[in-house]
């Protein structure tokens, strides 16, 4: 496994070096016989002890933002601090699905920069004789955000966007079009799918396409200003996004994100009633928001989350 690993980490800084973006060293790794914190399918991480704390922020700002919103097109009214009480509910449902802090502690103290998982030892096992192509295809994008953080860049938005980015150039040099990412191997907690389905459309997808859009040359993905452009893009679409919602919400995309935004709707059963709207509230900690709607007319949120429930759940 080590030496696999190595020669590949080699391999993909020399592209990197011929393109003219050096790196200081050759990044340092470990190999874990355990599953990502991320999941099963994830076969490496960069440990990078601040990530996802920028993206939180930006986060709250568009629940404060938003959140008012989306009750009252439902004719309802919800203060701030029922927003910010809601918000650390949703933050502790995505925080769990990101893997707990105990581990993520463990990864840190290794000291390394990035920790191999056994899902790419699966991946070698289902694909024998791919070895090779598929650590490239891995580390290609890996070792980019590895030189994001040489940079001190690598908290951007758009950072999962041009890792992908530089993968797919890494490709065309030797003349390999077709991508595999590792996705073959099943998780068995449902709301995992949830989760990737939303963060790999978000962060990978609609980060590399905005990349695309922007970089003519490799070397632009590095440019400040243009980075600045692509960061702002990747804003405006989670605003139109967080917007939007959940004004058009009845489709089954919209489904899904509604799934991993409320996390009410994880405890509330199928009946939808007004009393178990309330438990659920309570359940996730969410005592404030319950309080609140508890005075008002619930009929159409009532009816949106019945939506939601057959769009989760078609019984
Ligand atoms: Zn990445």
Redesign the pocket.
Known sequence: MEEVIQASIIRVVDFYKELGISIDRYPSFTYLDEYSPHGKPFGAL?INKSWGEDLEIYLKSLFLKYMPQWYQRLGLEISKEAVEEYFEAFSRKIGSLRGDEETGKRLLELGKDIVYFKGLKEFFNENPGKEDYLIDCLNS??L??CVEMQLGILNDFI??GT??YLREEFYKSIKHVDIIVPSTIKDNDPRREYFDKIVLRLL?RTGYRIVRRHAKYIHDVLDSEKRILMEEEFKRYMDQLASDFPTKLYCKKRGLLSRLIFPELDILDQRRSKQNLATALTQTGAVLLAKELNSQKLSKLLEYHRRIGYIINPS
Do not use: F, I, T
């Open positions: 960069v994008h890996e980019w955000h950072s999962e890792a992908d990978y």
